[in-house]
RNA sequence: GGCCCCGUCGUCUAGUGGCCUAGGACUCUGGCUUCUCAAGCCAGCUACGCGGGUUCGAAUCCCGUCGGGGCUACCA
């Protein structure tokens, strides 16, 4: 086994794509889990680039925890991308020139690489068990050292080796890490350096030979062409032992991928965004009826911002302006409440066709229409009136249900509202005028009940139409009145207002 | 503990030595809009973590400090 030489590692990157090699950016989760917002953020950001710069966009899956990672997981997460529009170019279902691109199905390309780095030296076996090691780590923390590896098994003698092989223990494969130090230049960080001294010797192969993400990950960016990684700053000091294995493989220092890592999306509790704390999954979003576009726009103002005073951006605009020069380095706080506006603006944006065919799940998953043609055209002559007030899509369920619920009632908590004197005198005086109009248009409507109840009955207009609206619509948090009304249809409208009188 | 990253309104951000008595957006508060809720419009509150230095001049550069976060696995 030959010794690596004692030297600094100095490695250098250019901070842009200066490089004349075509673009490829991966998106590399690990679907343990839902994709969420942490992230989506990363893959936007990847495809963004991606589509700004006219190259490739990698989707991978890392698949190497084979205990983590479901095969539904692995589904769901390629339905995300798909419904926010991430399309890639190669990866899962689509293919590609250095498939496969889930790490599982490279078993053999692992094993290949592995043998080679313990041929050439820059790996060898290590036979020292978990519970070894545990107590060796403590005792390092105890002795207030850096905790890691410490090499033992780089030198192993023959005896040792037949006990071990005696006593039936596999081994892993450690990469031998050189003394001296590494330093990358990232994108948005700038130069970091790693001491090697904090970077000990790493698994790349487990003992029961599948592979290690360590492994995985430096092979497959080097194979399949990756000249930019954009990815989560928690991988930050993991980069030196990618390098580690870059070396090890032979590649040239200008074949290496330049590093971009982004800064965390924090939750509200000011810790980073995961399962544990609430509404991360990007599922979740979209059942709540969050347009993709407001998501990714909302997403890509986290940590990146187009440079001046817009905040509503396309997709389109989105590839156009990103830059990685202007992502920060520091991290952002995810606001709820910030979505939930730009969703509200998306919505605004939105024709009237297109919100139609948006909306209709959510009133069909909602039970409020069973979807016939009828309906659709009942929703779709109420949609502008609710279009400007409404946040997200699965809002509209509450504020339509009034125009097709089979047995009207009023909200148990509105009923007292309209159940007092004034109210009733309200109900009573807007039947009758109603009974005898002609047109039943909103217009019409708003002009009878204008003077048989404001200037009739002397009433301010928000008591008075304040009746009538629960009576009609039994909230009162409704759609505008007398469009309400309109829409409705005369008998309905009536029919509600006489059933309101004790 | 060690290593690494980060630090402008409550939140997201603009800002790369003078354009900053720090701009925009979201939130919040008040008002307007005589049908609610929204939307829209107007106004207001509120920030350069702290301490030194460099400079004629610093949010911007340097040092220190404090604070937050990540990593420290046969997870990724």
């Given at each position: 086994m030959r010794e690596l030489a004692h030297f600094p590692i100095r490695y250098r990157l250019v901070p842009t794509n200066t490089s004349d090699r075509p673009v490829r950016v991966r998106f590399a989760p690990s679907p343990t889990g839902d994709l969420h917002v942490g992230n989506i953020r990363t893959a936007l950001f990847d495809w963004a680039y991606a589509r700004h710069t006219g190259g490739q966009f990698i989707f991978r899956i890392e698949d190497t925890d084979r205990e983590r990672v479901t095969d539904e997981y692995i589904k769901a997460a390629q339905d995300t991308l798909k419904w926010l529009g991430l399309n890639w170019d190669e990866g899962p279902e689509v293919g590609g020139p250095y498939g496969p691109y889930l790490q599982s199905e490279r078993l053999d390309i692992y094993a290949e690489w592995s043998a080679k780095f313990l041929a050439q030296g820059d790996a060898y076996h290590c036979y020292c068990s978990s519970e070894e090691l545990e107590a060796r780590r403590e005792a390092q923390k105890a002795a207030n050292v850096a905790p890691g590896y410490d090499g033992k098994c780089r030198t192993i003698s023959s005896d040792d080796l037949a006990k071990y092989k005696s006593e039936g223990r596999l081994p892993v494969l450690r990469m031998r890490m050189s003394d001296g130090s590494t330093t990358f230049t990232d994108s948005i960080r700038g130069d970091v350096t790693f001491d090697h001294n904090f970077v000990p010797d790493f698994v790349l192969v487990r003992g029961d030979g599948s592979p290690l993400y360590t492994l995985a990950v430096a092979v497959d960016d080097i194979l399949m062409k990756v000249t930019h990684v954009l990815r989560g700053e928690d991988l930050l000091s993991s980069t030196p032992r990618q390098i580690r294995v870059y070396q090890a493989m032979g590649v040239s220092e200008s074949d290496y991928p330049t590093f971009a890592h982004l800064p965390f999306v924090m939750g509200q509790d000011n810790a980073k965004l995961s399962k544990r704390n609430g509404e991360v999954s990007i599922a979740w979003y979209r059942e709540r009826g969050f347009l993709p576009e407001a998501i990714c726009n909302y997403l890509a103002l986290l940590g990146w911002s187009p440079g001046d005073d817009r905040e509503n951006v396309t997709m389109k605009e989105l590839t156009e302006l990103f830059t990685v020069e202007r992502v920060h380095s520091s991290p952002a706080r995810f606001d709820m409440k910030k979505l939930e506006a730009i969703n509200g603006d998306k919505i605004r944006e939105l024709t009237l066709d297109e919100l139609l065919k948006r909306t209709t799940p959510f009133l069909i998953k909602d039970g409020?229409?069973?979807?016939?043609p009828e309906e659709l055209d009942v929703v779709k002559s109420a949609l502008p009136i609710i279009q400007e007030r409404i946040a997200t899509l699965a809002k509209v369920s509450q504020m339509l249900k009034f125009l097709f619920v089979s047995k009207f009632e009023v909200d148990a908590e509105e009923l007292p509202k309209i159940k007092d004197e004034q109210a009733q005198a309200v109900l009573k005086k807007s039947n009758d005028v109603l009974q005898k109009l002609e047109n039943w248009d909103h217009e019409s409507i708003h002009m009878a009940l204008k003077s048989a109840l404001?200037?009739?009955?002397?009433?301010k207009p928000r008591v008075a139409f304040g009746a009538v609206r629960i009576a009609v619509?039994?909230?009162?948090?409704?759609?505008p009145l007398f469009e309400s009304m309109e829409l409705l249809g005369r008998s309905r409208s009536l029919e509600r207002i006489a059933g309101s009188i004790s």
């Open positions: 409020v229409i069973t979807g016939t404001i200037e009739g009955l002397g009433l619509t039994g909230s009162h948090i409704s759609p």
